[in-house]
Each structure stands twice: as C-alpha cells, then as structure tokens.
C-alpha cells in the first residue's frame, strides 16, 4: 500500500519556482488498477516521478507498506520495489534488448525474456540481440520499456502512457497483458493514460488537473464527469478527436 | 606454458583471449625477443633478419585460420620496435589477434612501437583484433605508437578492431589504408583513457577503386584528466562510398578534440561523415537507477555497452 500525504512539489522553472503538485492525498492499495488521467501539463507525469523519486517532493510524505520513502532515492526505491516505465525512455549504444531486461530482472536473477517480449507484442528472436539505440523506432522502444518493468517483481508499477507510438494491434495485446498481471500478482498498478480502453481496465481512475486530484473513484462514476466537466469546447469540429480519445475530454 | 609467469598469462588472457597456447599458428614476443613461435600448414611465420619482427605469410585460400601475435612487456625502461609483414593470400579468409600489453613494474618509461604492414590479396578476407593494455602502479609509463598500413586489393575485405582497454599512458595511433576495386574496410575503434592519458589516433582511408566502400567506426570515453584527438580521414578517389562516424563520451576534466575529414576527388563518391561528444545523458543514470541499479553501476553499465 502507498499512501501519499500533504504532497507537494516546487519546481525552478525559466521565470523562477512553479508549483506542479498542490496538496496532494492519495492511498493506492495492493492489487489495484489505477489510471491517472487529466489534461497535458496536469501534473500526472510530475506525481509519477515523485513517487519514484526522480523528483524529490517538496513537502508531505510518502509512506509505502508502513516505511516512509521520503527521504530516499531513486535505487532505494527501486530496491523497495518501485518500478516507473518511462514517456519517453532513453536509448543506449552497445546495450542489447536481452542484456537490458536482465538488468531490470537483477543480476543473477532467471529472466524469461522470450516470455517478456512476446507479451508486448514483440518477435523475441528479431529483437534479443538488438541494440537499445536508435535503430529502434520510438514505438519498439516503448514495448521495451514496458517489458522492463514485466521482468520485475514489483510492489508498484508505474506505466507513464504506455500505448503512446504502439500501434492499435499491439495495444489491445498490451491492455490483456496488463490485466494479466493484474489477476496474477499483487503489484499495484499506475498506469498514465488518456485511452478509453485503458481507463475501461481500470479499477479506480484519478483524475488529476492544474496540480491536484480532482476527482477518484471508480471508472463508473468518473468517466462521465470528464465527459462532463472537462471536455473540448471544439469537439464537433475537430476531424481528429473521437468518442474513445479521453484527451478531448479536457 | 613453459617460460611464461603469471603476469604474461594475465597480459596474454587480457590482450589476447589466450588461456593456452592457441590453435593455429602463433608468435609470442616478450620484452624485445620472440619466445615462442608456431607455423602451420598453411600460416608460416618468418623472423626478419634485418630488422626485428616477423613475416606472416597466408597461403591462398587458406581458410578460417587464426594467427595470434601478442607482444609482452614486462621490463621497466624497455624500448621495443617491431616491424610485422602480413601477406592474406588470394582468396584466405583469417583472423590475426595482435595486442600489446605492457605490465611496467618500474619509474622508467616503457614503450612498443609496432609497425603492422598487410596485404589483404584478391578476394581475401581478414579480420584483424589489436588490444592495448598497460598495468603497473609506478610511475613509468606505458607507452604505444602502433602504426599500420593496411592494402586490400580487388573483392578484398579487411575489419579491424582497434582497442585500447585500459592503462596505456600515451598513445599516437597511426593507420592507413588503401583500397582497390570492390574492396571493404570496417574499422572500429574503442578507447578509454583515464588519469592523465593521452590518446591520439590517426586514420586515413584512400578509396582508389571503384565501388570500394569504408566504414571507420570510432568510440571512446575520456575520463579525469585526460586528452584525446580523433582525426579519421576518408578520401575518395573513384566510385565509392564511405562513412566516418566518432562518438564519444565526455567525463571530468577530460578533453577530447574530433575531426573528422572526408575529401572527395571523384563526382561519384559518396563520403559521410558524423561526430558527437557528450556527457551521459542524465535519463540514461535515471532509467538504470529506477531498475534498481547505483548511480556508479548505472555509469558502469553504460560505458560497457558503449565501448562494447
């Protein structure tokens, strides 16, 4: 369980501090899906990273199964089985799929990557020996990723929108794959998403705006109330949108 | 193996992969002299006699044969200049594993200067593995001035893999090559310095025949203090293409000078030439760290790979 108390974050931007996170309170328990979902520039990213610890919050606590992580980095945190699948993850020369996954699974550690790949909709045989640079596309890149944090036993895992540059048949293998270890395991859940077919997964969806959450509960009760509150004012002219982009409901 | 201590074992198991005495043929050079020598049927190895080194001469069509030449320095204040011939026979294909390694126990400088001469004959192939290594806590230093001049003739085929792991103080890198019709050249290189090190290296690759083609591949990471100057040269004389690439990593105070060139003197060569210096990209610690790994092991990691 992970409970985050008071919480805020301060960043220096270009014209001195901004204020990303305001006040924030959340209780993610065990087993749990949960979707983050909210407009650009809303903060979701931002919460993500302070509970890895790529941020360092600037005042409340974070408290995971009764230990207060506040105060620890990025490897702690890793090691207390934090996991963070990145937006947009960074590429590295010389490094292989294969040798990438076991470094997420841990040194030693027994690593299926073959199982791994194939779950993010990847030919384990084309991809094992490549490289992590930038013959991959952004999309391969991306399923990378999110195998990299499958090859771990993780107390929490955070997806930071993980069907981004994943094309819709890989995406509806990806959403089972994410059902299945939800079934399977006890890690909790945090995926970034605006999909309707993500946010239809989910068991609870927090929605989070200008800092703060503004609404959390089940898919049920929230889903209208983005449609409601918080949907595009161009809906009916623009070409681009559909009724299953969560993004024009901002 | 008789003759051999512990530390030429280490150096040869570091330059050359050598537990054993290899298979094929081989020549092992100890402080200025060869210690030991072995010919095959096909790979004969001749001592020069009017100047120090050897003539490796591959028979035509001899294939996947090794030849292992290291070279072990383990005196202080030692001088020592080589000179190799290689002669790849029409049509051979073999691997040649070369490497120095200077283990200077003393404060007097050490230093090996090879001059490797090949002739990579028609439709040849040769691959061609050189490690650089020094070791020793005092202050001589470990010096290596390799030179190489490499000549492939028509369908010939040559890659070589130049690098210099760790400890070697001061280095100037000096390699040429020339490259008939149809012939191919990989060079890849790989380099570390640390402390006060010095690197500099040299590579100028002549396209003379048509449809020949290059690739010079250059990686590196400088550390503390130290300095190192990249000056590959791709000239293209005929129909041909090539393509320079140098990529580094920054640390420290380290300086590292780039400078890539490529000339070209006929309309039909196409030349390419890219270079980058940079620091570890902080989201490269980052996405390491958040698997669990220290920011050390993180920047361990990823020079690893990097010079892999």
Known sequence: MLEIKNLSLTLEGDKGPVEILKDINLVLEDHMFYVFTGPNGGGKSSLAKVIMGIYQATTGSIVLDGVDITELGVTERARLGIGYAFQQPPRFKGLTVGELLQLAAGKGKQVKEYNLLLDVGLCPQDYIDREVDFSLSGGELKRIEIASLLARKLKLAIYDEPEAGIDLWSFSRLTETFQKINEKFDTTMILISHQERILSIADEIILIADGRIVEKGKRANIWPLIMEEVSCINCDECTEGTDEVAECYR | ?308
């Open chain 2, 1 to 308: 193996m008789k003759l051999l201590n512990a530390i030429d074992k280490h150096i040869l198991q570091t330059v050359a992969g050598m537990h054993d005495m290899p298979q094929g043929a081989y020549n092992i050079r100890k402080n200025g002299e060869g210690i030991i020598r072995n010919s095959t049927a096909n790979i004969e190895i001749i001592p020069k006699t009017d100047k120090p080194g050897i003539d490796v001469i591959v028979k035509p069509g001899a294939r996947g044969e090794s030849v292992h030449i290291p070279v072990i320095l383990t005196a202080e204040g030692l001088e020592d200049m080589v000179y190799n011939s290689f002669d790849i026979g029409a049509g051979a294909d073999v691997l040649i594993v070369a490497g120095c390694g200077i283990h200077n126990p003393g404060d007097k400088n050490s230093r090996h200067d090879g001059i490797h001469n090949f002739i990579v004959r028609k439709g040849a192939r040769m691959r061609y593995v050189e490690k650089h290594y020094g070791e020793g806590d005092s202050h001589g230093k470990k010096i290596l001035n390799p030179k190489t001049v490499v000549e492939i003739e028509e369908d010939g085929y040559a890659e070589m893999e130049l690098v210099q792991i760790s400890g070697v103080d001061d280095t100037k890198r000096d390699t040429e090559a020339r490259l008939y019709k149809n012939a191919h050249l990989l060079v890849t290189e790989r380099m570390l310095t640390d402390g006060d090190q010095y690197a500099e290296s040299k590579i100028i690759v002549e396209l003379l025949g048509r449809d020949s083609s290059a690739r010079i591949i250059s990686r590196s990471v400088g550390r503390d203090n130290s300095r190192q100057i990249f000056y590959p040269v791709a000239v293209g004389m005929n129909r041909c293409r090539a393509h320079v690439q140098c990529d580094a990593i920054i640390m420290h105070q380290a300086q590292i000078r780039s400078i890539p060139e490529i000339a070209a003197n006929h309309a039909d060569a196409q030349l390419v030439h890219e270079a980058a210096i940079g620091k570890i990209a902080g989201e490269q610690l980052t996405k390491l760290m958040t698997m669990g790994l220290s920011e050390s092991e993180a920047e361990e990691t990823i020079l690893r790979g990097f010079l892999k």
